[in-house]
């Protein structure tokens, strides 16, 4: 079946280590996203990717960063500069286009102490 | 920016009641509205989506409307069943790359 992996599925980290979190997809789609959904708050663009080796911030990429080397694979460290890095992360994929479906792993629970 | 206002924050229903749930959009050249389902620890789910041309969409038992002058679009759940239970966020963008999420419905159907 074609999907998005994301691992792990719960991550925990000191204050002041960096984290990176996995995101695999063989969907074949060129785009790829990260968002960040923290408690009654909609889903918040991180970074996103049309392209490989192309990237591009999105509206709170601060503290966030990512890779794409790969189509199938679109990894995104959070640095200890990120303040408040506890949260849930979710990475999608999507052909490119205006009315293209975002597709979306089912997420990483990332817990800094 | 765009900047999409959904309510209510959660809607707790009688199972084989109708659920609704109304998203506001600012930017009028906003031209494609999807609707996610996510379940508990789960990613958000397609459930349905209208593009601006259209003035409603209907999947089964859910549908959605779209009225352009008004700027807002509703999703409407018919014959709720308990395993419709989840959140429910609305969206609205102009290509993938700005689309803006609502801040989701907590739908609870009960049996």
């Known amino acids: 079946d074609g999907g998005i992996t994301q691992s792990p599925k719960y991550l925990f980290r000191k204050e002041g280590q960096n984290v990176t979190l996995s995101c695999e997809q063989n969907?074949?789609?060129?785009?790829m996203y990260w968002y960040r959904q923290d408690p009654g708050q909609g889903l918040r663009l991180i970074y996103y990717?049309?392209?490989?080796?192309?990237?591009q911030k999105g509206d709170i990429a601060e503290g966030y960063s990512v890779s794409r080397e790969k189509k199938e694979s679109f990894p995104l460290t959070v640095t200890s500069a990120q303040k408040n890095p506890t949260a849930f992360y979710l990475c999608?994929?999507?052909?490119?286009?205006?009315?293209?479906?975002?597709?979306f792993g089912n997420g990483t629970r990332l817990t800094v102490t | 920016g765009e900047n999409v206002e959904q309510h209510p924050s959660t809607l707790s229903v009688q199972e084989g009641d109708s659920a609704v749930i109304k998203c506001t959009y600012s930017d009028s050249a906003s031209n494609y509205f999807p609707w996610y389902k996510q379940e508990l620890g789960k990613g958000p789910q397609l459930i349905i989506d209208i593009r601006s041309n259209v003035g409603e969409k209907k999947d089964q038992r859910i549908a959605v409307t779209l009225n352009k002058t008004a700027k807002h679009f509703s999703l409407h759940i018919t014959e709720t069943q308990p395993e419709d239970s989840a959140v429910y966020f609305c969206a609205a963008s102009i290509d993938n790359n700005d689309m803006r999420f609502g801040a989701g419905t907590r739908l609870t159907v009960k049996p």
């Open positions: 990717s049309q392209i490989v080796n192309d990237f």
């Open positions: 999608a994929s999507s052909n490119p286009g205006t009315y293209s479906p975002l597709h």
């Open positions: 969907l074949n789609h060129d785009a």
